[in-house]
């Protein structure tokens, strides 16, 4: 055999130094990508809960002439989910008489509604704001993990006076 023959193909040590240089690329590439994928999933569920309430709020109202508070339900952020029919219609809770029928069984994020009357003055969480309305008004809180790391969550916010959605700490 001449040199050239014995000179094709790939050494182990060529083998094994494009193997580690993937793997640090996959170190690196990998926990981001987890950590949008739960962030998308956070504002997927977040947006089309808050599209149910919305339309929930303004039927009770309709029906009731007045706005409906719900306490926290679930009581936290679970990033693996909980189930919203077992956790939170529990036949005479709030979310009952608002008929909240959430998009997806099973939440990762925290939901509360406050309501009031014209008499009273909205006090949204710090950070958020809210326009004081002539009547009657409500605002939805969501909070989640996004990140499924127990840290920091993020907090969601809408209301009955701007339906645009704000976020704090998105993504944390």
Not at 38 to 47: F, G, I, L, Q
Not at 66 to 78: D, E, I, K, Q, R
Not at 93 to 117: F, H, K, M, Q
Request: proline share 6%; glycine share 6%.
């Amino acid at each position: 055999m001449s040199s050239a023959d014995r000179q094709r193909g790939f050494t182990i040590l060529e083998i094994m130094i494009v193997v580690v240089i993937i793997a640090v690329l996959a170190a690196i590439v990998v926990p981001g990508w987890f950590r949008e994928s739960s962030k998308a999933k956070a504002k997927t569920e977040v947006n089309a809960m808050f599209a149910e309430l919305t339309i929930k709020e303004e039927q009770y109202k309709l029906e009731n002439h007045v706005y409906l508070t719900a306490t926290a339900c679930p009581t936290a952020p679970s990033p693996s989910g909980v189930s919203f029919a077992s956790t939170c219609l529990s036949g005479s809770s709030a979310w009952d008489n608002l008929r909240v029928n959430p998009p997806e069984a099973t939440v990762r994020c925290s939901y509360a509604i406050t309501a009031g009357d014209s008499s009273a003055a909205p006090s949204p969480p710090t950070g958020f704001t809210m326009t004081t309305p002539a009547g009657g008004w409500w605002y939805a809180v969501a909070e989640c993990d996004s990140d499924a790391s127990g840290g920091t969550n993020s907090t969601w916010f809408i209301s009955s006076v701007d339906t645009k959605v704000q976020v704090q700490n998105e993504g944390l």
